[in-house]
Nanobody, 127 residues
Framework: QVQLVESGGGLVQAGGSLRLSCAGS????????MGWFRQVPGKEREFVAA????????RSADAVKGRFAISRENAKNRMYLQMNSLKLEDTAVYYC????????????????????WGQGTQVTVSS
């Protein structure tokens, strides 16, 4: 069992930056593919980015490519999402998630790949 807690969300102006953190508990954090998803009311939770167990392979959604960067520090059981050049449409609740089956994310990660979820952190981008 893994418990995940996100932090770092908040209110930011368009064009600004935020860094989200995900703190994981349990001994197997470093063996899991990890990911970030986001959700707005009335819409499906969508994939944002994923990173392999060792951090050498990443995936990101087209909507955030070139603006967001995912990373992890296994020694600290931490994962991060650096978000730059934020847009209004990035406003959402952001969730971190762990995939206990895979050490490397699929080419097209999906919500059903991930077994453990955090409670989410709100990111609001204002004009």
């Amino acid at each position: 069992q893994v418990q995940l807690v996100e932090s770092g969300g908040g209110l930011v102006q368009a064009g600004g930056s935020l860094r989200l953190s995900c703190a994981g508990s349990g001994p197997n954090f470093s063996s899991y593919t990890m990911g970030w998803f986001r959700q707005v009311p009335g819409k499906e939770r969508e994939f944002v980015a994923a990173i392999s167990a060792r951090g050498s392979i990443t995936r990101s959604a087209d909507a955030v490519k070139g603006r967001f960067a995912i990373s992890r520090e296994n020694a600290k059981n931490r994962m991060y999402l650096q978000m730059n050049s934020l847009k209004l449409e990035d406003t959402a609740v952001y969730y971190c998630a762990a995939d206990r089956e895979r050490r490397t994310p699929r080419d097209d990660p999906r919500r059903s790949d991930f077994d453990y979820w955090g409670q989410g952190t709100q990111v609001t981008v204002s004009s």
